[in-house]
């Protein structure tokens, strides 16, 4: 490999990502339906509520009250340990949740193939919505298991596990720095706590989501590409992050989270799957957005780049050689743009930094000090021009995001008082 090809090639690590735990203004209210309620109903499609932001937990009748799914539950007593019972309409059998099975507890969630026991004060205190799911469970007049009365949920038992967690206190918040939790905990912590209104959770939740997928362009630079110090992230951990921000309307989490989409290949069209087995995938406006955002991030990357290589040393150039110096390297710039259009320099990575190859091509042409740091200089202002443009770039609007390159406004002078 050439000289000027190791040159070209830049190091380019994943950026970073503000902190607002304000909870949405308008959580999801319920929606009325009615039907027989000895006819089963079946759960909502989990892709489908996710994509078309359904305003409801499941099938809440014309009272408030939440309708459970029908089963019948044969006598738990012959059953192994680990093993409640067999349920004709599901074909299998009922596990106890290895954690969230408290003996003494009196009421149960059954989910899917999974039972947890738990306590229907704990819970109905921190969520209406369990609250009204519990109304119905009364012994006298519903399916009960180990003579506890039994509320089916259709949600996946992972993302249920975790909201357990988190109302028993199995879950700290806020997270101690350094010990992270995956993200896909932390997506279903804001999924299941923005559909049972759990207000603490969901603030919390979308705190450390705000503040990996930030506003600010100096929070961004502090994290990493697996992440912060809270959140440990991949990059096709993006495609859900768009999503719950569709969800939740934290339209602030859009631009960076689109943004990193720009990023991922083939994961923009198999989507990711997710532990229960379904598949997280954009919708259709988005991937759309992202199809038409790269386009403006090579335009992007390609300014920067010429705006970096500018032939013009600093004012306070202290050598000769540096004009020329710098023409050639602009002219090797050039050259790769051509035999590369949209490659290592103008790629769909327009926030990322040029420092590393400024510093490689500092090794090839000399520059003295004031030219060099010019360079940077260049670099950081590339940089947050293309911050200050981005939810532009991403086709959203964003009414709180920081632009880096306002001026900031002098503190005022302390007044004295004379005494």
């Not at 040159?7 to 950026?15: A, C, D, E, K, S």
């Not at 939810?391 to 005022?412: I, N």
């Amino acid at each position: 490999m050439s000289l000027r090809k190791a040159v070209l090639q830049r190091i380019t690590p994943l950026p970073s990502r503000t902190p607002s735990p304000n909870i949405p203004a308008d959580w999801p209210q319920p929606l009325l339906e009615e039907a027989d309620s000895h006819q089963a109903a079946s759960p909502v499609d989990e892709q489908q509520h996710f994509a078309s932001r359904a305003k409801t937990p499941d099938l809440l009748t014309a009272n408030g009250v939440v309708k459970r799914w029908r089963v019948n539950i044969t006598d738990p007593t012959s059953a192994h340990p680990n093993e409640l019972t067999t349920v004709a309409s599901l074909g299998g059998t009922v596990n106890r949740d290895p954690e969230l099975w408290w003996e003494d507890g009196n009421i149960i969630l059954l989910c899917r193939d999974t039972a947890f026991r738990m306590y229907r004060g704990l819970l109905a205190r921190q969520s209406v919505i369990f609250r009204d799911l519990f109304a119905m469970a009364q012994p006298s007049n519903s399916e009960t298991m180990e003579s506890c009365p039994v509320v089916h949920i259709s949600d996946s038992p992972d993302d249920l596990r975790h909201l357990l967690r988190a109302l028993c206190g199995l879950r700290k918040f806020p997270i101690i720095p350094g010990e992270r939790m995956e993200f896909a905990e932390l997506a279903a912590l804001i999924r299941m706590s923005y559909k049972y209104h759990v207000e603490d959770v969901h603030s919390r939740s979308m705190h450390h989501l705000k503040l990996y997928f930030t506003n600010d362009l100096s929070t961004w630079d502090s994290a990493g590409a697996d992440g912060n110090l809270f959140v440990h992230i991949t990059p096709p951990d993006a495609i859900a992050a768009v999503n719950l921000a569709r969800l939740t309307h934290a339209d602030s989490v859009l631009p960076t989270a689109l943004y990193l989409c720009c990023q991922l290949d083939q994961e923009l069209n198999l989507g990711v799957e997710r532990a229960d087995g379904s598949v997280e995938r954009l919708e259709p406006r988005d991937l759309e957005l992202v199809l038409r955002a790269r386009t403006e991030l090579v335009r992007a990357s390609t300014r920067g780049a010429c705006t970096i290589c500018r032939p013009t040393p600093s004012a306070q150039c202290a050598s000769k050689g540096c004009e020329r110096a710098l023409r050639e390297i602009l002219g090797m710039m050039l050259d790769g743009l051509q035999k590369d259009p949209i490659g290592d320099i103008a790629g769909f990575a327009a926030l990322d930094s040029w420092e590393h190859w400024i510093e490689d091509v500092v090794e090839l042409w000399p520059l003295c000090e004031p030219c060099r740091a010019m360079l940077h200089a260049r670099d950081l202002d590339v940089r947050k021009d293309v911050w200050k443009r981005l939810p532009s770039y991403m086709g959203v609007a964003v009414e709180d995001w920081k632009d880096p390159t306002a001026p900031v406004a002098p503190a005022a002078p302390k007044s004295s008082t004379s005494t």
